[in-house]
């Protein structure tokens, strides 16, 4: 059967927008959920876990890109796991260094070039896409993967914090 997915986007106009919608996203995780970051470099995958973490009660000044030590682990009322698989070039690489195993544990996981592993993703997932607009403007578009993530990014569309777009095919 299909999975169930919503996709929704927004402009955001500097840095506190783009944290304020990562705060929002993070006010709806429960243990064992999976956000996927994609974007160029300088996208504002980063400052989208920071504002992730601080909204989950941790330490934003904590949060860097993982680039070289490829996991980061913060405490918040649910422990991030943060990756970063821009070094990576497989799926199998990710799954090397215990992907799985996180994923399946009771804290979030926060995975940074999440489109370089493709197949190292648990099916059910967040999806967010960052685009770079100008030099303070990215565009976020939020895909839920699953019942429980579709019916979060309905309720961030209700919020008034992203518009519904097309559903994928
Ligand atoms: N609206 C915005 N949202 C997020 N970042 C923004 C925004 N406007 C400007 N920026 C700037 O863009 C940069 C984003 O950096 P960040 O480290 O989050 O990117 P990244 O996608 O994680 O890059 P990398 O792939 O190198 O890890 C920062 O310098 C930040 O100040
Ligand atoms: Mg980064």
């Avoid at 949060?63 to 913060?74: A, E, G, I, K, R």
């Avoid at 991030?80 to 804290?107: C, K, N, P, W």
């Avoid at 370089?116 to 403007?137: M, N």
Wanted: with cysteine; glycine share 10%.
């Amino acid at each position: 059967m299909a999975i169930v997915r919503a996709r929704a986007s927004c402009l955001c106009d500097g840095i506190d927008q783009t944290q304020l919608r990562a705060a929002a996203l993070a006010a709806r995780l429960v243990a064992g959920d999976v956000v996927c970051l994609c974007g160029q470099l300088g996208a504002g995958k980063t400052y989208f876990t920071k504002g992730l973490v601080r909204g989950l009660g941790g330490d934003a000044d904590d949060v860097t890109s993982p680039t070289f030590v490829l996991m980061q682990v913060y405490e918040a009322r649910l422990t991030v796991s943060h990756f970063d698989a821009y070094r990576l070039t497989s799926s199998a690489q990710m799954l090397d260094i215990g992907s799985d195993e996180t994923f399946a544990g009771d804290g979030v996981s926060v995975v940074e070039w999440a489109d370089r592993v493709p197949e190292a993703l648990p099916d059910e997932r967040y999806e967010v896409r960052l685009a770079v607009r100008g030099p303070t403007q990215r565009f976020l578009e939020i895909t839920g993967r699953g019942r429980r993530q579709a019916d979060a990014v309905a309720f961030l569309v209700s919020q008034g914090l992203f518009q519904p777009t097309d559903p994928v095919l």
